[in-house]
């Protein structure tokens, strides 16, 4: 995105690029994290474990039938060994070395 200059109302606001919210997905009344990095402001789309949920839920819901008739227990159990296979294959051989003292 290109360089956008905007101004400062009298409440403090500033209008984000409608580039900004369309490539970010970003609809009236959501949030966006700032912070200061090296005196420049930096604003980010806030993503929160809700929004992610939601959205994961829409993916499912184009899908039907991926996932068989496999129980809730069952897809969190493969869930949880893939996390566990995924940690794993990128722990680093000093952190097990460490964890086995």
């Given amino acids: 995105m290109d360089r956008v200059i905007r101004k400062i109302t009298s409440g403090k606001q500033v209008t984000l690029p409608p580039d900004f919210c369309e490539k970010n997905d970003l609809q009236v009344g959501e949030l966006v994290a700032m912070h200061l990095d090296d005196g420049k402001l930096i604003i980010e789309p806030y993503r929160n474990r809700s929004k ?7 993916l499912f819901k184009t899908l039907p039938g991926a996932f068989g008739e496999e129980s ?10 893939e996390i566990s296979a995924t940690r794993k294959k990128h722990s680093s051989p000093q952190k097990k070395y460490e964890k086995s003292k």
């Fill in 52 to 58: 992610a949920l939601e959205k994961l839920e829409e």
């Fill in 72 to 81: 809730e227990e069952s897809l969190l159990e493969t869930i949880d060994e």
